[in-house]
């Protein structure tokens, strides 16, 4: 790692410690090593001059190591992941030389889902990160103080690290632009006008279940970690159950998820309803399963069957869900669902101020995209 021409580190799941983590950032800055965080936790503030997540292709693309920290899907995590061309192509050079702590090793559970696909690494490291990250800070502390040159090659990367990342940041900033007044409504506008109404509120605010694009985060407290099922019908009563977590600590919580999620099993609505918890569910209602369109357009490639048929038995219309009137028989207020991106942002404040005022469940059902749309 100290003698690495462009170190990376790749971290996941390192945040089910929280104390791991100020040992993460002493190492990224110790390195000045820009870290790519992949998963559902907070390893490292969004905000800080060494988190590139938004640049996961480019920086491991510099990559001659890569340090990789409980990454759950490594192969995943150094391509597309899931996508048409998920298995044509990596990320990292041939030649970079990988590095992977972590206990995943040791899991037990599944036929195939337990390790997701085999990626090669060049040295596996099976420990607790909570406990091997000192020990490898004090292991580096130790050889720059044996070499001379490797202070100065350290210092000359900040450079560079901050133009990728002031690039990306610019990037990511135009493409959320595309599309804006576009109807149904783009996640990037979604993200954005939630994120106006949360910042007049001026309320704490917790995601208990997914997370809104182009935001700070910068506490421990705003992410709770989707758990590793991901399973249809998992995140609604993971979402009630964090709220109940954070109930008396004076937090919104936001459950932003997908409507055929919300299906499986809408009667956890019913149970935030029966408790008064302070939770804003927005749905994300494309009107699939998204993540299974991607899959059934993979595979019709794969295939050479028609793409045009990806969506049978995958696509949510005829008749449409009226998620509204569901939260209502739940006794959750609901609002919806919002076509004009223009009207959004008035609604997400109301429903935002009615959680934080007066301490119960509100349901948003936004009106946006399918894959590809």
């Known amino acids: 790692m100290v003698s690495a021409s462009y170190p990376v580190i790749l971290a996941d799941a390192v945040g089910r410690h929280r104390e791991a983590l100020p040992t993460l950032q002493e190492l990224a800055e110790l390195l000045q090593a820009p870290l790519v965080s992949v998963g559902t936790r907070f390893?490292?503030?969004?905000?800080?001059?060494?988190?590139?997540?938004?640049?996961?292709?480019?920086?491991?693309?510099?990559?001659?190591?890569?340090?990789?920290?409980?990454?759950?899907?490594?192969?995943?995590?150094?391509?597309?992941?899931?996508?048409?061309?998920?298995?044509?192509?990596?990320?990292?050079?041939?030649?970079?030389?990988?590095?992977?702590?972590?206990?995943?090793?040791?899991?037990?559970?599944?036929?195939?889902?337990?390790?997701?696909?085999?990626?090669?690494?060049?040295?596996?490291?099976?420990?607790?990160?909570?406990?091997?990250?000192?020990?490898?800070?004090?292991?580096?502390?130790?050889?720059?103080?044996?070499?001379?040159?490797?202070r100065g090659r350290i210092a000359g990367r900040g450079g560079s690290i901050r133009e990728l990342r002031e690039t990306a940041s610019s990037r990511q900033e135009a493409a959320s632009r595309r599309g804006w007044d576009s109807a149904p409504i783009s996640l990037d506008r979604l993200s954005a006008d939630l994120r106006n109404a949360m910042q007049e509120i001026e309320a704490p605010w917790t995601f208990v279940n997914g997370a809104a694009r182009g935001w700070d985060v910068t506490e421990y407290e705003q992410v709770v970690a989707a758990g590793r099922g991901s399973g249809l019908g998992q995140a609604a009563g993971a979402a009630v159950g964090s709220t109940i977590a954070y109930r008396d600590a004076g937090r919104l919580c936001i459950n932003l998820i997908g409507d055929g999620d919300l299906l499986y099993t809408p009667g956890a609505l019913w149970t935030a309803s029966h408790l008064r918890l302070p939770l804003l569910t927005i749905v994300n209602n494309n009107r699939s399963y998204g993540n299974d369109e991607g899959h059934q357009e993979h595979l019709a490639r794969l295939r050479g069957r028609p793409v045009e048929n990806k969506g049978v038995g995958i696509f949510l219309e005829d008749p449409d869900a009226d998620f509204v009137h569901i939260a209502q028989g739940y006794g959750v207020e609901g609002f919806g669902p919002v076509l004009d991106p223009s009207e959004l942002h008035a609604v997400l404040q109301r429903a935002v101020e009615t959680v934080v005022k007066e301490q119960r469940p509100v349901l948003v059902d936004v009106r946006t995209p399918r894959r590809g749309g």
């Open 43 to 150: 390893n490292l503030a969004s905000n800080h001059p060494l988190n590139l997540s938004g640049a996961r292709e480019e920086v491991l693309g510099k990559a001659d190591v890569l340090l990789a920290l409980d990454v759950f899907d490594l192969t995943g995590s150094v391509g597309p992941g899931i996508s048409p061309e998920r298995n044509e192509r990596e990320f990292i050079r041939p030649g970079t030389r990988i590095i992977h702590i972590s206990l995943w090793d040791l899991l037990q559970h599944s036929l195939v889902s337990d390790y997701e696909r085999l990626f090669p690494v060049d040295v596996p490291i099976t420990a607790d990160t909570s406990v091997a990250l000192p020990l490898l800070v004090d292991a580096c502390r130790q050889a720059l103080d044996r070499d001379v040159s490797g």
